[in-house]
């Protein structure tokens, strides 16, 4: 069966420092994979996603970045945080078809 | 482009009634539709999805969900909540093309003895 694993599950980082969060997927091979925000009461809004290695897309413009390194891992980093960075960020995984797409635990990042 | 509307930001209910949480979503093509279930400080999980043929899809707990076409809608159905249900609820839509899902603005149901 496929996991998905995230880390660190909880942040704390003060504004202007870098950030690195890692997603990673067991269990099957080239997923798509995504990385998403949610606020503090807000709804889901989707950052980056990529179809395979190398190969990324963003959907919102802001001061992070993702890369994907190897086929069943995902980065998302920053070189300096912004208070509006806190949230908690999601990663995910889908194939091709269906089209459901399957969660990690998340990371609640907080920015001081 | 779609569009997915939750009606209820916040549905308070007491535990064994029946709760319905509604979904409405826009799209010019046809779609496959999602709820997800948040709890606490965790990730996303599937509770149902529709992909084709029966239009009423039931969740292993209880759920189900019936999509309307003529509607545009998707609502979620439980007929005796407990209170474990309570959490955030997100209904999805995909036209399929791209596998972006889009999010509606998520439901917290609250689950009161």
């Known amino acids: 069966s496929q996991t998905i694993h995230q880390w660190p599950a909880t942040l704390v980082q003060p504004v202007g420092s870098p950030l690195s969060l890692e997603c990673t997927v067991e269990g099957t091979s080239n997923p798509n994979l995504y990385w998403y925000r949610q606020a503090a009461g807000r709804g889901l809004q989707l950052l980056f996603y990529s179809v395979g290695i190398g190969q990324i897309s963003s959907e919102v413009p802001q001061n992070l970045s993702a890369s994907r390194p190897q086929d069943r891992q995902f980065i998302l980093s920053s070189k300096k945080l912004l208070l509006s960075d806190s949230g908690f960020y999601l990663c995910?995984?889908?194939?091709?078809?269906?089209?459901?797409?399957?969660f990690g635990p998340g990371t609640r990042l907080t920015v001081t | 482009a779609q569009s997915v509307t939750q009606l209820d930001s916040q549905v308070p209910v007491f535990e064994e009634a029946p709760v319905e949480l509604r979904c409405n979503y826009s799209?010019?093509?046809?779609?496959?539709l999602f709820w997800y279930v948040q709890y606490p400080n965790q990730g996303l999980q599937l509770l149902l999805k529709?992909?084709?043929?029966?239009?009423l899809v039931e969740s292993i707990n209880g759920f189900e969900a019936e999509f309307n076409k003529s509607q545009t809608s998707f609502h979620l159905r439980k007929p005796s909540v407990h209170i474990s249900d309570t959490a955030e609820y997100f209904c999805?839509?995909?036209?399929?093309?791209?596998?972006?899902?889009?999010f509606g603005g998520g439901t917290r149901l609250m689950v009161k003895p």
């Open positions: 999805a839509v995909t036209p399929g093309r791209g596998n972006m899902l889009t």
């Open positions: 799209s010019s093509v046809s779609v496959y």
């Open positions: 995910a995984w889908s194939y091709s078809a269906p089209y459901e797409q399957y």
């Open positions: 529709y992909l084709s043929g029966s239009t």
